[in-house]
């Protein structure tokens, strides 16, 4: 079945199949979501290990940015199930860009229709528990597993470092922490045990719910279609702040315009959002330092 560009956006991916390469359970946010807005098949395909791509915890680093692994995973989930339409996703951690003091999570689900010749990435960004402690003592744990909410987001333990190549992940319940920390001290010449969050989509609840806003914004795109062309995924690409303050009438970082543009053509909008409208002064940095 080939699909028709100019055909309504909701059905243009109606009963088609879409590969998604994930080895820690990613279907279970991505599928639903495209699934009920685009009625297509998301078929999982986890004959292929991703890690090979790149670990969170350095045993393997991750070659290419972000959104080339998730192009990659898309590609290689697409020859595997031998489709031309495929999902791949990836994500990064670090602090957070507004101040550098949250530990913040970026998560891609990147599509590709080969038929159309189409790229088209959701985004989406929220606060991690990505945490790590060297501990002496198990008792040491007891805050930090609190504040990085285990057993729900699971654990890893190794002996000495955080590049100990020793390692025990997923680790769900009190007993079997016990149990690590204990294999861990056992093995550790300094006496010490280096723990951290999980943050495989898996084991770790609060990455999987970016994972399914970045699949929301995905479909959002993808029901989108160009003014011009009717090719899914026009999408917003800038915007820019400037809308005047209803007090003093200076600029505030409101938005105040947005481009629109197409993924495939080189048709695009600019929309205006300031008509009739003025920012509250309590976002003005005048009127309200
Ligand atoms: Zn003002
Ligand atoms: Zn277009």
Redesign the pocket.
Known sequence: MSHDPAAAPSSLYLGRTISLLTKHEKQRVIAPVLETSLSCEVNTVSAFDTDQLGTFTREIAREGTQLEVARKKARIGMRIAGLPLGLGSEGSFGPDPMLGLIPWNVEFVLFLDDELGLEIVGVAQGKSNFAALLISHPDELQDFKDRVGFPTHQLIVRPDSEDDTRILKGISTESELAEALQWAFSLSLAGRVHVETDLRAHTNPTRMAVIKSAAEDLATKLATPCPACSTPGYTVTTRSGGLR?A??G?PTDEPCQEIHTCAKCAFTETIDLSKGKMAD?GK?K??NP
């Open positions: 303050c007090d003093c200076g002064p003005c005048r009127c």
